[in-house]
């Protein structure tokens, strides 16, 4: 059984559209994570999730009942907010209990379940502080434990991280790794805008870019094989190059030719109809390797150097090219601003897309 499927879910603010028909199961137990840039949806597909925004079109099911029209409070969802939202009146262990006071739990089930929370997220010493006596990775901790109490089906994280220095985004990150798999059975939800968070937590990262999906993977998946040009440049960081390129020949392999002159062949077939269109080639970063001129794909001069020790990146502009082309090369690289580079990629760690930035593999 799904722990989540949204069958054509959409969403308008009069006559703003902003979702246009998700489509997307979750299994029980499995941890998502909604990335895309600001605007894209992720965060009301999240509250239409939740219950704190109406659906417009569609079908909301949690493990197995259409939930539509239930109010939040029925949904058995808990939710993370990006601000801790504590009462600052309440001691740890009063701000974790009461929801469950709320409900009428008794006393015991209350005792037992809070302490249990505190035990998992090492808030057991802290329990009788207030608020103000916390740090910001502790409250966050807190924020977490008041929703594990109230044993959800599916839990919610909107950008949780957010408010943290970047020390404290580490510890939580980790501890909420750690939650991940105490918490085996329960379905997470995780919305952020930090790729590393979602690279390290997720077992499936869904990508949505003006209200869609783009492509739905494990984290390794959308980085070996994205579907599209978006879903290349959203995941990895520095993003992937991409640089025009002209397809030559196809078939069961296929050929590009570089504004040098230089070509190489990819080892994956490709559709014949595709010979004599401007394609677009993606390289990582750290996949790019120092070239002489007579066998390079890329050739440039130095805009910026980064030396950060185990690695130098390098900010190169090239002829005809739009964007600047990234190079991360390991250790200590001594180039400068003005100095003329040759590049080049081995051709299975490369990526051709279309001119419409559709990767070739999925055509």
């Not at 701000?95 to 302490?115: H, L, P, Q, T, Y």
């Not at 950008?159 to 997470?188: C, F, G, H, W, Y």
């Not at 990895?236 to 078939?251: E, H, Q, R, V």
Request: hydrophobic share 45%; with cysteine; aromatic share 6%.
């Amino acid at each position: 059984m799904n722990g989540l499927k949204l069958t054509n879910i959409k969403k308008a603010y009069g006559e703003t559209e902003v979702l246009h028909g998700i489509d997307l199961e979750i299994d029980i137990g499995e941890f998502i994570v909604f990335v895309g840039p600001s605007g894209c949806g992720k965060s009301t597909l999240l509250r239409m999730i939740a219950g704190l925004e109406d659906i417009t079109a569609g079908d909301l099911e949690i493990e197995g009942a259409k939930v539509n029209d239930l109010p939040a409070a029925m949904r058995g969802i808990a939710m993370v907010f990006q601000t801790y939202a504590l009462y600052p009146h309440m001691t740890v262990y009063d701000n974790m209990a009461f929801a469950m006071r709320i409900a009428k739990e008794s006393k015991e089930d209350i005792d037992k379940r809070v302490m249990a929370a505190a035990d998992m997220l090492q808030l057991t010493e802290y329990l009788g502080r207030l608020p103000k006596a916390l740090s910001g990775g502790q409250r966050q901790r807190v924020a977490i434990g008041r929703a594990i109490v109230r044993n959800p089906k599916v839990f919610l994280f909107d950008e949780p991280l957010s408010n943290l220095d970047a020390a404290l985004r580490v510890q939580t990150r980790i501890e909420i790794a750690n939650l991940k798999e105490k918490m085996e059975k329960t379905t997470m939800i995780y919305v952020t805008h930090d790729q590393v968070e979602a690279m390290t937590l997720a077992d499936r990262i869904v990508v949505l870019s003006a209200g869609r999906i783009e492509q739905v993977g494990t984290p390794l998946e959308l980085y070996t094989n994205p579907a599209n040009v978006f879903v290349a440049k959203f995941i990895g960081s520095p993003s992937m190059n991409i640089i025009d390129t002209d397809i030559i020949a196809a078939g069961e392999t296929a050929k590009v030719k570089f504004d040098n002159g230089n070509e190489t062949t990819f080892p994956f077939p490709v559709s014949d109809s595709l010979v004599g269109t401007t394609g677009q080639l993606g390289i990582r970063p750290e996949d790019f390797q120092i070239a002489t001129e007579h066998d390079a794909y890329v050739t440039g001069t130095v805009l910026f150097v980064e030396s950060l020790g185990e690695v130098t990146l390098l900010h190169i502009v090239v002829p005809n090219q739009e964007e600047t082309v990234v190079a991360k090369l390991s250790g200590i690289m001594e180039f400068h601003k003005g100095q003329t580079i040759h590049l080049k990629a081995e051709s299975d760690k490369m990526h051709l897309f279309n001119s419409e930035g559709i990767s070739v593999k999925y055509l």
